[in-house]
């Protein structure tokens, strides 16, 4: 239990940025499941239309800092590989 006020006033914070990245991850999540769900049923189409603004979700989110830009840059690439890679098929 904090004992200072600086100190309670710190985990109210922390609290509430823990709520904060908690609705982020979950956009991330939700935004990551979609595309996948493009890709495992085989609409590039509907992928290739959701994939700017795929790109920007993830940007947003990892420009907050809920999640590494590196992952999201990471997910980003590979999602552009696959669905390249589909239309060449």
């Known amino acids: 239990m904090p004992n200072t006020k600086s100190a309670i006033r710190?985990?109210?914070r922390t609290?509430?940025?823990a709520l904060v990245?908690?609705?982020r991850?979950?956009?991330y999540k939700s935004a990551n499941k979609k595309m996948s769900i493009y890709l495992e049923t085989g609409k590039m189409k509907e992928a290739t239309n959701f994939l700017p603004e795929f790109h920007s979700q993830?940007?947003?989110i990892a420009k907050t800092g809920a999640v590494s830009k590196k992952t999201?840059?990471?997910k980003i690439s590979r999602v552009t590989k696959k669905i390249n890679n589909a239309k060449k098929k």
């Open 58 to 60: 993830l940007m947003k």
């Open 15 to 17: 609290q509430q940025q």
């Open 72 to 74: 999201a840059s990471r």
């Open 10 to 12: 710190r985990t109210k």
């Open 25 to 27: 991850k979950s956009k």
């Open 21 to 23: 990245n908690k609705i």
